[in-house]
């Protein structure tokens, strides 16, 4: 069954420095997702992306976060500088028609 | 706007017995489908099941079973004779089935019930 891969799986990294959340979501979907997860709360919806551009974003995704489609496979999450309220699990997700299909998840910690 | 409610926060059961676990949802759409989600301690979301706004019917797949009720907008799901491994976090979510607006099909994700089975 086709998944949705996502790299690393954990990352530390210390505050103010940038990481990249990495994605290959399923090949012949169209619509491109990142969630986050704070440590014992809900999933909250990021930002999605359909046609190379992003279609709808929260207000959480402010101008600290960026995602990009660089090569037509991998779907990146970057985090300019991170602070450590950032500190989450990040979740990937491709869709297609409301057929979701989630990755397996990017623990980062910000110390 | 969507809004889903899962007003159980912790529900703790003994194995073998049954659990219920409720979904409430809000929406202005007419089309949208409905998710629950297993988040064991891993961290990772398992997906069990999606039922579209069409279809009431409802689901028994082994021990699990959901009840979809239009007319009370919920969407509940039991577990039969619960064994250990259930202990999970169980997230029920929503989202629109036609894409307009902009909607992109996004998920609205309920703050899900921490379900413990002891043996």
């Known amino acids: 069954e086709p998944e949705v891969t996502q790299t690393p799986s954990h990352q530390v990294t210390q505050m103010g420095q940038e990481v990249i959340l990495r994605c290959v979501p399923i090949s012949n979907h169209l619509y491109f997702y990142w969630y986050r997860q704070i440590l014992g709360q809900k999933v909250e919806f990021l930002v999605s992306f359909y046609n190379n551009e992003i279609s709808e974003k929260s207000e959480i995704f402010d101008d600290q976060f960026s995602v990009e489609r660089p090569d037509g496979s991998n779907f990146t999450l970057k985090i300019r500088s991170t602070k450590l309220e950032d500190s989450a699990m990040y979740f990937c997700?491709?869709?297609?028609?409301?057929?979701?299909?989630f990755g397996s998840g990017t623990r980062l910690t910000v110390v | 706007a969507q809004k889903v409610t899962q007003a159980q926060t912790e529900i703790s059961v003994v194995e073998k017995e049954d659990v219920t676990l409720d979904c409430v949802y809000e929406t202005r759409d007419t089309t949208y489908y409905l998710f629950w989600y297993k988040q064991p301690p891993s961290g990772e979301l398992v997906f069990l099941i999606r039922?579209?706004?069409?279809?009431?019917q409802n689901e028994i797949s082994g021990r699990y079973s959901w009840n979809f009720q239009k007319s009370t907008s919920s969407f509940n799901f039991t577990i039969t004779a619960s064994q250990v491994v259930d202990s999970a976090v169980y997230f029920c979510?929503?989202?629109?089935?036609?894409?307009?607006?902009?909607?992109?099909?996004?998920?609205?994700f309920g703050k899900g019930t921490l379900l413990t089975v002891n043996p």
């Open positions: 979510a929503l989202t629109n089935l036609v894409r307009s607006g902009g909607s992109n099909y996004k998920l609205t």
């Open positions: 997700a491709s869709s297609a028609r409301g057929g979701y299909t």
């Open positions: 039922r579209n706004s069409f279809d009431e």
